[in-house]
Each structure stands twice: as structure tokens, then as C-alpha cells.
């Protein structure tokens, strides 16, 4: 009988930040593939850490996390070529001036070996996937010169029109104004139920996003709760995340969690 390899699987993953400062402890999860996944909790709790662990950017001092039964240690190339990856916002290099046609092309061409020309199949691929964020119109606009929605829009359409079987997106809705997030939310459902794709998310707000999730993973530094989305805004695990002033709201058949890193979050 086969098995399906785990998405991502951690054991005993420890991990230090720069300064020394333990950044992640005793986490131990495990994910099946294929899933929406989101990854919650405040600012500081070792979220996006725990992606640049899983993408080999970060080595653990202890325990080890596999990504499709790869180790991420011994193994970050081959999990590279499989993974698109968007970066926070604030991370993007502003200062070269391509234009919104360069960025996204780049999903395409940056897995190509040298020497990387852009075929027709590169370009329709790459326009369909501005037209699933609404953004075609702009495709020889200067990337520097759009809001900072439009341009998260154009790099989650650069990995929509990119090749790999995981999606990952470090805070891909932080400070977008609601247009550009009602867009980029119905073009990752859309994609993931379209696609055999798997897709992580690292949110602090877990509400944009709730009827799409099938798993999510809560920490503090640690590993404090996993599960189906109703499963972990539980009010005991979001008070020991989030604090005293949490707290769990339900209405209408509705789960509502308020907390001050994210005002409202809601699952059905």
C-alpha cells in the first residue's frame, strides 16, 4: 500500500536568530501533502523563520524539518526547484527599474539555464497570470512606480506563472489595501483548486483567508496548535498566544477571534 509523503514534517527543529536568540524550540508537525496551509501567530513567534528553515536559507542547531520527505539541510537545492517563493514586500529591491512584464517573466526564467530567453509560452503564461490579479493592463509599467498592493499583486502573479508543486508566501496581504487582497485571496483559492498545488502561508490574520485553509499551524516559538482552522481558534490556544485581551467571539454559526495583532479573524 503507498503512502503520501508528509508536505512538511519537523522534528525537534530548534533554531537560533543571528544574534544568538532562540528564534524556534521543540517544534515537532506534521503536514500532508496536498494542503493550504497558513501559518499564524504575533510578530516575533519564529513564522517566517520557520520558512527560511524549510527553504534551506536557515540551518537548525537541532532537530531537523522535510519538505515532500527532503531534508532541508542536505537537500535545499532539489527543494528550491520544486518551492515558488514570495517574499515580504519590504524585502523587494526598488531601485532597479524593470517594469511589471521583467518581474513576473522572472518566475519563468530563473528555472531556465542559461541562456534565459523568454518563449511564447514564458509570455502567455506570464499575462494570464497578471490577468488572475487584474494587473495585465500594466504590463509595461515600471514596477517601482505602482502601490505597494499592485505590487504585491505582480509578485504573486510571478509565482502563479512560475513551475514547482509549492506555493509559499511570507505575509503576501501585510499592508495591501482590500482590493489587492480580495484579489490575491480568490487567485490563490482559485489556483490551489485548479492546480495540484500545495500552498503555505505565513499571516498574522488568519481571516482573509479562513475558507480556503485546510490546515494551520499556531506558534509562539513553538509549535502551541495544529489543525483545521475551527480547531485552533480555540480560546485557550489564542489567549496563550496572543494574551489576556483575546478572545473568541461566536455569532451565527460564525468563530470570530479578536486580538490585537489582527482585529478579527473568522472561520465557519
Aim: charged letters at 25%.
Amino acid at each position: 500500500m503507498s503512502t503520501t509523503v508528509p508536505l512538511l514534517e519537523a522534528q525537534d527543529l530548534a533554531v537560533r536568530y543571528p544574534n544568538g536568540e532562540i528564534a524556534l524550540h521543540d517544534v515537532t508537525f506534521q503536514i500532508n501533502s496536498p494542503s493550504f496551509m497558513a501559518i499564524i501567530g504575533p510578530n516575533g513567534s519564529g513564522k517566517s523563520t520557520l520558512v527560511k528553515t524549510f527553504l534551506g536559507l536557515i540551518k537548525p542547531f537541532k532537530g531537523s524539518i522535510k519538505v515532500n520527505g527532503l531534508d532541508a539541510t542536505k537537500k535545499s537545492g532539489k527543494i528550491r526547484k520544486m518551492v515558488r517563493y514570495v517574499p515580504q514586500r519590504d524585502r523587494i529591491e526598488l531601485s532597479v527599474p524593470m517594469k511589471v512584464k521583467d518581474i513576473v517573466l522572472m518566475g519563468r526564467l530563473l528555472k531556465k539555464m542559461p541562456p534565459r530567453f523568454a518563449s511564447v509560452k514564458d509570455v502567455e503564461t506570464a499575462k494570464e497570470a497578471l490577468r488572475q490579479v487584474d494587473m495585465l493592463d500594466l504590463w509595461d509599467r515600471p514596477f517601482p512606480e505602482l502601490s505597494g498592493g499592485q505590487r504585491q499583486r505582480v509578485l504573486v502573479a510571478r509565482a502563479l506563472a512560475s513551475e514547482g508543486s509549492i506555493l509559499v508566501l511570507d505575509e503576501p496581504l501585510a499592508g495591501t489595501d482590500v482590493e489587492s487582497q480580495d484579489l490575491i485571496v480568490e487567485a490563490l483559492g482559485r489556483y490551489h483548486k485548479e492546480n495540484d498545488v500545495s500552498i503555505v502561508m505565513v499571516t498574522h490574520d488568519l481571516n482573509p483567508i479562513h475558507t480556503l485553509v485546510q490546515d494551520v499551524l499556531l506558534l509562539k516559538n513553538t509549535v502551541v496548535g495544529i489543525g483545521e482552522p475551527c480547531t485552533v481558534m480555540d480560546p485557550e490556544l489564542i489567549t496563550k498566544v496572543y494574551g489576556p485581551t483575546a478572545r473568541i467571539v461566536e455569532h451565527s454559526g460564525h468563530r470570530y477571534c479578536m486580538t490585537r495583532d489582527s482585529g478579527i479573524d473568522r472561520h465557519d
